[in-house]
T-cell receptor
Framework: GENVEQHPSTLSVQEGDSAVIKCTYSDSASNYFPWYKQELGKRPQLIIDIRSNVGEKKDQRIAVTLNKTAKHFSLHITETQPEDSAVYFCAEGGSNYKLTFGKGTLLTVNP | DAEITQSPRHKITETGRQVTLACHQTWNHNNMFWYRQDLGHGLRLIHYSYGVHDTNKGEVSDGYSVSRSNTEDLPLTLESAASSQTSVYFC??????????FGSGTRLTVV
């Protein structure tokens, strides 16, 4: 079955530094890789996604990279700000619209 | 505006009682999903549906059931609530892509 490993489980950075969160997956048929941000007490919200025919995608300070051969993908946040503090989830999807999520990373950005 | 709503936001129930959590979406999405969120486990899929009268089991379906009698609603029923089912429950929907929209969640406590 599908399995997604996410690391680290917690990450603390200084404001202005970069943050990187990594995920690995097991299903070779996976072709969609989204990242969700969840603030305390709120619902998860999609922040960026990538499909298997693309190696990298960027949106302002956030970027996602995908290595299909190694079956891993990463979220990169540059110039972190206190409002980036949240739990981040990676996920993978195949052909059935069903997403399997990683266990989450608690990112803390210290002012 | 289209939305996805969950009710109630908070629920306390006793062990052994039947409980139903509501999920209603006005996106006209075919795909609907129920996840539970627990510390250290991330988001785990309980049940999902690809359309009216279609239901499927996820990875943690024991003790839960769903029914889909129309496009808008996918209620989640706990047949006999157990303390292990204390959790935050999220409903999500998607159309012809993977873009999940999550509801605001239901915090369920079983005492």
């Amino acid at each position: 079955g599908e399995n997604v490993e996410q690391h680290p489980s917690t990450l603390s950075v200084q404001e202005g530094d970069s943050a990187v969160i990594k995920c690995t997956y097991s299903d070779s048929a996976s072709n969609y890789f989204p990242w969700y941000k969840q603030e305390l007490g709120k619902r998860p919200q999609l922040i960026i996604d990538i499909r298997s025919n693309v190696g990298e995608k960027k949106d302002q300070r956030i970027a996602v990279t995908l290595n299909k051969t190694a079956k891993h993908f990463s979220l990169h946040i540059t110039e972190t700000q206190p409002e980036d503090s949240a739990v981040y989830f990676c996920a993978e999807g195949g052909s059935n619209y069903k997403l399997t999520f990683g266990k989450g990373t608690l990112l803390t950005v210290n002012p | 505006d289209a939305e996805i709503t969950q009710s109630p936001r908070h629920k306390i129930t006793e062990t052994g009682r039947q409980v139903t959590l509501a999920c209603h979406q006005t996106w006209n999405h075919n795909n609907m999903f129920w996840y539970r969120q627990d510390l250290g486990h991330g988001l785990r899929l309980i049940h999902y549906s690809y359309g009216v009268h279609d239901t499927n089991k996820g990875e943690v379906s024991d003790g839960y059931s769903v029914s889909r009698s129309n496009t808008e609603d996918l209620p989640l029923t706990l047949e006999s609530a157990a303390s292990s089912q204390t959790s935050v429950y999220f409903c999500a929907s998607s159309g012809d892509s993977y873009g999940y929209t999550f509801g605001s969640g239901t915090r369920l406590t079983v005492v």
